[in-house]
């Protein structure tokens, strides 16, 4: 089993930037890539993932402005968002996809709350 944990989530003026941050815990060595979703409100969309041999996805919106890295440690993954939009607001949860013969799942966080302020 995984766990994701993410926190940074804040109140921010457009223009201003945050930082997010997710730790996996558990069965860590399973992971094969982990990404952060927004849901505002609605099914979550993708806004950036990063797999296990760093390949990085990002959704269309936010790139040039959002950068998704992992730390020191494989578990922890950043998302640092720049150049923020009232748009952008929304709920952002980590996620990490793993494999466990046979299973393959998907670990969701709780989320952390985005608001971006004109």
């Known amino acids: 089993q995984v766990q994701v944990a993410e926190s940074g989530g804040d109140l921010v003026q457009a223009g201003g930037s945050l930082r997010l941050s997710c730790v996996a815990s558990?069965?860590?060595?399973?992971?094969?890539?982990m990404g952060w979703y927004r849901q505002a409100p609605g099914e979550p969309s993708l806004v950036a993932k990063i797999?296990?041999?760093?390949?990085?996805t990002y959704a269309d919106s936010v790139k040039g402005r959002f950068s998704i890295s992992r730390g020191n440690a494989q578990n922890t993954v950043f998302l640092q968002m720049n150049n923020l939009r009232r748009e952008d607001s929304a709920v952002y949860l980590c996620?990490?996809?793993?494999?466990?013969?046979?299973?393959?799942?998907?670990?969701w966080g709780h989320g952390t709350r985005v608001t971006v302020s004109s």
């Open positions: 797999s296990r041999d760093g390949g990085v």
């Open positions: 996620a990490a996809e793993y494999y466990e013969d046979p299973v393959v799942g998907r670990a």
């Open positions: 558990g069965s860590i060595r399973s992971i094969t890539a």
